[in-house]
T-cell receptor, first 114, second 111 residues
Framework: DVKVTQSSRYLVKRTGEKVFLECVQD?????MFWYRQDPGLGLRLIYF???????EKGDIPEGYSVSREKKERFSLILESASTNQTSMYLC?????????????FGEGSWLTVV | DQQVKQNSPSLSVQEGRISILNCDYT??????FLWYKKYPAEGPTFLIS?????DKNEDGRFTVFLNKSAKHLSLHIVPSQPGDSAVYFC??????????FGTGTRLTVIP
């Protein structure tokens, strides 16, 4: 079975802190994604990556950056956390094209910025 | 702009009855749609999909209908079970391999 693991399930950080959210997948998928889920807004794409060292902005990249140094790992970075980044963050991965392959999600990371 | 819209934030249905979740989209070029189910504190899981070359796809208790002229799709769950209580997201593939999600509908199946 495909496994997408988000190492931190629940975090509480202070405003201005640098935050790292880590995601690892074990199926050699080329594509990895970071979403955030907020009530009434659904899932919104922050960044995605097609390959190692490749990254593309999603719909809401402001305030975030990403790192893909290894194929299996995709990190989301909040350079200076703010309270409006309190949210549930979801990592996902897939191989090939989404229309032909299932996208798999991690269990989510709940981030609270105080 | 919301390219995929789920206008009902919540839906309550009696156990054993049919649940119908609706989704509208704005771009007639979208040609592949998916439904995801999400329990609290878990990631979304894939439920069922449909390509625009079809108007119906069925998998057990779950059926997705696509009305291209109306730019509307719906997910039917019959019979509904309490374990179906979750948030359901419709999604479409946009651009290069990017999933665009609707805002979700919270389904509650009442025993």
């Amino acid at each position: 079975d495909v496994k997408v693991t988000q190492s931190s399930r629940y975090l509480v950080k202070r405003t201005g802190e640098k935050v790292f959210l880590e995601c690892v997948q074990d199926m050699d998928h080329e594509n990895m994604f970071w979403y955030r889920q907020d009530p009434g807004l659904g899932l919104r794409l922050i960044y995605f990556s097609y390959d190692v060292k490749m990254k593309e902005k999603g719909d809401i990249p402001e305030g975030y950056s990403v790192s893909r140094e290894k194929k299996e790992r995709f990190s989301l970075i909040l350079e200076s956390a703010s309270t409006n980044q309190t949210s549930m963050y979801l990592c996902a991965s897939t191989t090939g094209t989404i229309s032909r392959n299932t996208i798999y999600f991690g269990e989510g990371s709940w981030l609270t910025v105080v | 702009d919301q390219q995929v819209k789920q206008n009902s934030p919540s839906l309550s249905v009696q156990e054993g009855r049919i649940s119908i979740l609706n989704c509208d989209y704005t771009n007639s070029m979208f040609d592949y749609f998916l439904w995801y189910k999400k329990y609290p504190a878990e990631g979304p899981t894939f439920l069922i999909s449909i390509s625009s070359i079809k108007d119906k796809n069925e998998d057990g208790r779950f059926t997705v209908f696509l009305n291209k002229s109306a730019k509307h799709l719906s997910l039917h769950i019959v019979p509904s079970q309490p374990g179906d209580s979750a948030v359901y997201f419709c999604a479409t593939v946009t651009g290069a391999n990017n999933l665009f999600f609707g805002t979700g509908t919270r389904l509650t199946v009442i025993p």
